[in-house]
C-alpha cells in the first residue's frame, strides 16, 4: 500500500514505511474522515459543505476545494503535476476516496474479526490481540460533534467491545482463565451493561479457583442492571449463578492461576484476596470513581509482573485515563494518570502510540488543572510522566517536565513523587555521549531515598541505573554488587522482570571483560562465550512482554560483539535489526562485498537517538565511515563520541558493549589525520 488511513483514534494518515504523513488543520482531517465514512462512495461538494460547517460561510465551496487539493498533495507527493489522482478523485458532482480494504484500520479491523470466526483459540487470539493493538482511541476522535460519523463510531466501538469479549473467550478456552481476569474487570467497569463481560469475568474467576470473587461479580451486576436499568440478569448470568453455586462440572475448564500453581481454597492468600475483594465490591459502588484509583493501582503491580500481565497493564491503563477524562474532573485524571509510576529503566518506548495517548492526555490535565499548591502534587505527577513517556524525543519539552517535576516534588518533601521525578530526569539525561557519571548520581540519589523510606521499586530501579552507569565506566567490581542486589530484590519482592536486566548483564560483562561476575547468582552455569551468553539472555526477553527492549537488541548485541573485535557484522537474514537498522545496514552490506550500497546506507543512516544506545549506535557509523572513507562521517562521529572517551561503548545500557569508545576514536583520529 502507497498509503494508508487510520481512524481507529484521531484521523491519520500513513505513508508507505508507515511514518505520519502531514495533514494539516482540523478541517482537512474532517474532509479526509467524511470520504472515509462514505467507504469509497462519491460524496457531493455540497453534501461536504453541509457536513463541515453547522452555517456555511462564504466561499465555503471553493474553501473544501482547497481542502482537497491539499490533501491530494499530502498522499500521493509523487503525484506529476497534470495528471489525475489515483486515491482522491473528483467523480460526478463531488469526491471519492478509492482506499482498497487494506489501506483503512478499520476496515482491517472488521476483517480480522471476521476471519477468526471459525479458528481455533489460539489463532483467534493472536489476531484479536494483533486487532485490538490497532486502536489508538475512540473512532473517528475529535471528531464528536460530526453527526455524520456518530453512527459509524458507535458502530465501530461495538465490534471493538465484541471483539475484547471473545478474547476473553479464547483465553478461557485456552485454559487462562487468571489472565483474561484484569482486561475483563476494566472491561465491565468501562462498560457495566454488557452481560457478556459480565459472564466472561464470572467465569474466568471461578476457573481461577476464585469463587467467591465469581459471584460477588454477578452480584455487583445484579445490583447494576436494577438499579440502572430497572430489569433483571439475562438468562446466561442467571444460569451460570446457579452452576457456580452448585460447582457445576461442565465449569471446571482450566484452575490454572497466573503463578502457575493452582489456586486452592485451602490456600490463605487465595482466601484473604477472595474475602477482600468481596468486601471492597460490597462498600464500594460499581460507579464510583475511588475504583478507577484503585484499579489503577493494581494495574501497576500487575506491570511489574512482565509477560501477559505487562501487556494487560499498558492496555488498560489507557482504558482507565480515557475513563477518567470522561468525567471532566481534573483532579482525578491527574491522580488515575500519575498513578501508573512504574520505575523505567530502559529508554525506548514499548507502545509509542500509547505513550503518545497517555502524554496528550496529560498535558490536557496539566491545561486544565489550576496552579495553586493543592494540586502541586498532582502537577508534578503529570511532569514525570510526559518525562517519562516521552523517552527518546528530540523535543526540549520532556527534560522541562522532568525539571519542573523534580523541582515541584523537592519543594513539597515528598520521597515518592521525588523518585518518580528522579525517574524522569533520568530517561531525560541522553542527550549527549558521555553522561554515564550524572546518571550515575541521579541514580545514586534514587537509590538512597528509596532505602531510606522502603520504596522497593525505585531501590530496584536504583541498583539498575547505577548498574548500567558503572558499566559504562567499565566499573564491573561495583556493577557486579549492584546486579547482586537487582537479583536479592526480584526474589524477595516476586519482581521476575528484573531478572532480564541481570541476565543482560552478565552477557555484557564476559563480552567486556572475558569473565562473568565472581557472584553470578544465576541458578544456570554461565555460557562459555559471549555469543552464547547473549543467545542465553535474548531467550529470556520471549514473553517478558517489553518489545520496546526486545525488537532488534539480539541482533545488535551480536554485531557489536563483532565490531568490539573488529570482526565482519553478521549476515544471517533471519537476523531482526528492528529500530537498529539505519545503523547496522552499512556494515551488514560491507559483510556482504557491497561497498556501494553500504556507502548509501551510510549517507541515509540519521544521527543515532537519544538513548542508551547513543554510544554504540555511534561506534557503528565510525566502523563503516573508517571502511568506507567517508571523512564527513568521521569528522561528525568524533565530534559525537569525543565526551565518552573514557567510557565502553554501549555498556552503559546494561545489555552490549561495542568496545571502549577511545579505541574508535584513536581509529578516527588516525584515518583523519593520514586523509590531510
Known amino acids: 500500500m502507497e498509503v494508508s488511513f487510520g481512524v481507529l483514534g484521531p484521523i491519520v494518515a500513513w505513508d508507505r514505511d508507515g511514518a505520519a504523513i502531514a495533514l494539516r488543520g482540523p478541517r482537512h482531517r474532517a474532509v479526509l474522515a467524511r470520504l472515509l465514512v462514505a467507504d469509497g462512495r462519491v460524496v457531493p461538494l455540497d453534501r461536504l459543505v453541509d457536513d463541515l460547517w453547522l452555517e456555511p460561510p462564504e466561499g465555503a465551496i471553493g474553501a473544501v476545494r482547497t481542502f482537497v487539493s491539499a490533501l491530494r498533495r499530502a498522499i500521493e507527493p509523487q503525484r506529476a503535476p497534470r495528471t489525475a489522482p489515483r486515491l482522491l478523485v473528483t467523480e460526478g458532482p463531488g469526491y471519492a476516496l478509492r482506499a482498497g480494504p487494506d489501506a483503512v484500520d478499520a476496515r482491517r479491523f472488521e476483517a480480522a474479526l471476521q476471519a477468526v470466526a471459525d479458528a481455533d483459540p489460539a489463532v483467534q487470539l493472536a489476531r484479536l490481540e494483533d486487532a485490538l493493538r490497532w486502536w489508538r482511541g475512540p473512532a473517528y476522535a475529535g471528531l464528536d460533534d460530526a453527526p455524520w460519523a456518530r453512527t459509524e463510531r458507535a458502530r465501530l466501538a461495538e465490534l471493538r467491545l465484541h471483539a475484547v469479549e471473545r478474547r476473553a473467550a479464547a483465553l478461557l478456552a485456552l485454559g487462562r482463565a487468571a489472565a483474561a481476569v484484569p482486561d475483563l474487570d476494566a472491561h465491565v467497569a468501562e462498560h457495566p451493561w454488557r452481560e457478556e463481560g459480565w459472564r466472561l469475568l464470572a467465569l474466568a474467576l471461578y476457573r481461577s479457583g476464585r469463587q467467591a470473587d465469581a459471584l460477588a461479580v454477578l452480584q455487583r451486576a445484579r445490583r447494576m442492571l436494577v438499579a440502572e436499568l430497572a430489569i433483571e440478569p439475562g438468562p446466561a448470568l442467571r444460569a451460570l449463578e446457579h452452576d457456580i453455586l452448585v460447582q457445576a462440572e461442565h465449569l471446571t475448564g482450566s484452575v490454572a492461576s497466573g503463578t502457575g500453581r493452582a489456586a486452592s481454597a485451602d490456600d490463605p492468600v487465595s482466601q484473604v484476596w477472595a474475602e477482600a475483594a468481596a468486601a471492597y465490591d460490597r462498600a464500594t459502588a460499581a460507579d464510583a470513581r475511588a475504583r478507577l484509583e484503585t484499579t489503577v493501582g493494581l494495574l501497576r503491580d500487575l506491570a511489574v509482573t512482565g509477560g501477559d500481565g505487562l501487556q494487560a497493564a499498558r492496555r488498560q491503563r489507557v482504558a482507565a485515563v480515557a475513563a477518567a477524562e470522561e468525567l471532566s474532573d481534573p483532579q482525578l485524571t491527574a491522580r488515575v494518570i500519575g498513578a501508573f509510576h512504574v520505575p523505567a529503566s530502559w529508554t525506548r518506548l514499548d ?50 517536565a522532568a525539571r519542573e517535576a523534580e523541582a515541584i516534588a523537592r519543594r513539597l518533601d515528598n520521597p515518592a513523587l521525588l523518585a518518580f521525578a528522579l525517574n524522569g530526569r533520568w530517561m531525560q539525561r541522553f542527550e549527549r555521549a558521555g553522561l554515564a557519571p550524572e546518571r550515575d548520581a541521579i541514580g545514586a540519589e534514587l537509590l538512597a531515598l528509596a532505602e531510606r523510606h522502603g520504596l522497593v521499586t525505585y531501590e530496584l530501579l536504583g541498583h539498575l541505573i547505577r548498574l548500567q552507569a558503572r558499566s559504562a565506566l567499565a566499573d564491573f567490581a561495583a556493577a557486579d554488587g549492584h546486579a547482586a542486589a537487582v537479583d536479592r530484590l526480584a526474589t524477595r519482592h516476586e519482581l521476575p522482570l528484573a531478572r532480564v536486566f541481570t541476565g543482560w548483564y552478565r552477557a555484557l560483562r564476559l563480552a567486556a571483560t572475558g569473565t562473568p561476575p565472581a557472584e553470578d547468582g544465576s541458578s544456570t552455569p554461565s555460557p562459555d562465550t559471549a555469543e552464547a551468553a547473549y543467545r542465553a539472555a535474548a531467550a529470556q526477553l520471549d514473553g517478558a512482554g517489553m518489545p520496546g527492549l526486545a525488537r532488534g537488541l539480539p541482533a545488535l548485541a551480536l554485531l557489536c560483539l563483532r565490531v568490539s573485535r573488529r570482526e565482519p557484522a553478521p549476515t544471517d537474514p533471519s537476523l531482526d535489526w528492528g529500530p537498529y537498522t539505519p545503523w547496522a545496514r552499512p556494515l551488514v552490506l560491507l559483510a556482504d562485498g557491497d561497498a556501494d550500497a553500504a556507502a548509501g546506507a551510510l549517507r541515509a543512516a540519521p544521527e543515532p537517538p537519544p538513548d542508551l544506545l547513543l554510544e554504540a549506535t555511534w561506534c557503528l557509523i565510525a566502523q563503516a565511515a573508517l571502511a568506507l572513507g567517508d571523512r564527513a562521517r568521521c569528522e561528525r562521529t568524533r565530534t559525537a563520541l569525543a565526551p565518552a572517551a573514557s567510557e565502553l561503548a554501549g555498556a552503559g545500557s546494561g545489555f552490549l558493549t561495542a568496545g571502549p569508545v577511545a579505541d574508535h576514536l584513536a581509529e578516527l583520529d588516525a584515518a583523519l589525520t593520514s586523509g590531510r
Do not use: K, N, Y
Open 351 to 400: 507502545d509509542p502510540e500509547q505513550a503518545a495517548t497517555v502524554v496528550a492526555a496529560a498535558e490536557r490535565t496539566l491545561a486544565r488543572l489550576p496552579r495553586d499548591e493543592e494540586s502541586a502534587a498532582a502537577r508534578a505527577r503529570l511532569l514525570a510522566t510526559i518525562a517519562l513517556e516521552s523517552r527518546g524525543s528530540d523535543s526540549p519539552r520532556p527534560a522541562h
